[in-house]
């Protein structure tokens, strides 16, 4: 079974839009990633954010975590065509060895 | 630096027969996770090995196993294949010395298994 849960499972929107989708996991954590993966493609790795952390930026993303609800948040600003791809979710959890990654949020922007 | 690297990267079987997939983890790199990704059960974790120890296992048959060599690079098997076995087979490789916890991930580009 999987930790996390992605909300949208799709979004369509405008480029110069932002781009927010939610992430909800079941169990305790110490960190949770955030991914990109082109279609057929091998997962990138976008930002990490420790379960003491509340907040991070890394460029035009923006990722949020609420460990109190279990949640975590990604808004990418001002998207282009090339964000187009799908985002993973991704706990890591304590005492596990192993990283658990939720369904998914495919991401279509048009130009 | 080399990034992962899967082999083969596509492959056709027919259900019955095995197979091995092979991962070139980043230099320095000790350890090895595999996933399993299909259209309807997204990503699922296989295994994961550091220093040639196998440290965690999915919910998979005994069909699915494993092993890591001296030198880091990781093998996945399949035996007895089912038609439910196609899909996208994922190596990601870590530091994997952050205790317990893991950290990034670097993915090779997988292996695509289509089984007829």
């Known amino acids: 079974s999987q930790q996390g849960e992605e909300d949208p499972q799709a979004l369509s929107i405008q480029e110069g839009e932002n781009a927010t989708m939610n992430c909800s996991y079941k169990t305790s954590i110490n960190n949770l990633q955030w991914y990109r993966q082109n279609s057929g493609r091998g997962l990138v790795h976008l930002i990490l954010?420790?379960?003491?952390?509340r907040e991070k930026h890394s460029g035009r993303l923006r990722v949020t975590l609420d460990t109190s609800k279990k949640s975590s948040s990604l808004l990418i600003t001002a998207s282009r065509a090339a964000d187009t791809a799908s985002y993973f979710c991704?706990?890591?959890?304590?005492?596990?060895?192993?990283?658990?990654f939720g369904a998914g949020t495919r991401l279509f922007v048009k130009a | 630096k080399a990034g992962v690297t899967q082999t083969p990267r596509y492959l056709i079987k027919t259900r019955g027969q095995q197979v091995t997939l092979s991962c070139s983890p980043i230099?320095?790199?000790?350890?090895v996770s595999w996933y399993q990704q299909t259209p309807g059960q997204g990503l699922q974790f296989l295994f994961e090995?550091?220093?040639?120890?196998?440290?965690n296992k999915g919910n998979f048959p005994g069909r699915f196993s494993g092993r890591q060599f001296s030198n880091s690079r990781s093998e996945m098997n399949v035996s007895t294949l089912e038609l439910g076995d196609s899909a996208l087979y994922l190596c990601?490789?870590?530091?994997?010395?952050?205790?317990?916890?893991?950290?990034?991930?670097?993915f090779g580009e997988g292996s695509r298994l289509t089984v007829l």
């Open positions: 090995y550091f220093s040639e120890t196998q440290r």
């Open positions: 954010i420790r379960s003491n952390e």
């Open positions: 990601a490789s870590s530091r994997g010395d952050g205790g317990a916890a893991t950290g990034e991930l670097f």
């Open positions: 991704a706990t890591g959890n304590t005492g596990g060895f192993k990283t658990i």
């Open positions: 230099s320095g790199h000790r350890s």
